[in-house]
Each structure stands twice: as C-alpha cells, then as structure tokens.
C-alpha cells in the first residue's frame, strides 16, 4: 500500500506532493486545523519498507500555487518519515 505524502522540508514553506501514493499524510502536528489523538496502534507502511506509527489525523489547510487555500481531509499524523 502507498500512501500520499504532503510534506514540507524543516525550515521551508514549501509542502511537496507525491501523488503515486493512497493516504495523506504529514508529520507536523502544528500544521493540523484541527486533531483527533489515534486510539489504535496503527502503521503506514511506506514505499522504503519502513513503517511510522500514525499518531493522529484530521484536516491540514495548504495555499497552492495559484494562491488558493484548499483543505485536505483524513489527513494522517506521524512523527517522522
């Protein structure tokens, strides 16, 4: 399974998309709109064969180029990838 990544880089503005993915995912908790705490043990297993813990999920606001905000749902939170 692959997941779809929003990520930014420390230090940068700029979220990137890889779009070969099924799972939004992100693992800046200040970045949420608003976060339900994960009640479960679960994984995402990513494309490296490593899994991260998902810790969290909800709703992530990210400005497209064009300068649209655009809210993206069921967004999974994990520490790191």
């Not at 899994?51 to 999920?57: D, F, R």
């Amino acid at each position: 399974m692959f997941y779809h990544w929003y990520y930014k880089l420390p230090n940068d503005l700029t979220w990137y998309v890889d779009m070969g993915t099924t799972q939004h995912i992100c693992y800046e908790k200040k970045s949420f709109m608003n976060y339900e705490t994960c009640k479960s043990w679960q994984v995402v297993f990513l494309n490296d064969n490593k899994t991260q813990q998902i810790v969290g999920l909800r709703e992530i606001a990210i400005k497209l180029i064009d300068g649209k905000a655009r809210k993206i749902h069921n967004v999974l939170h994990v520490f790191s990838f």
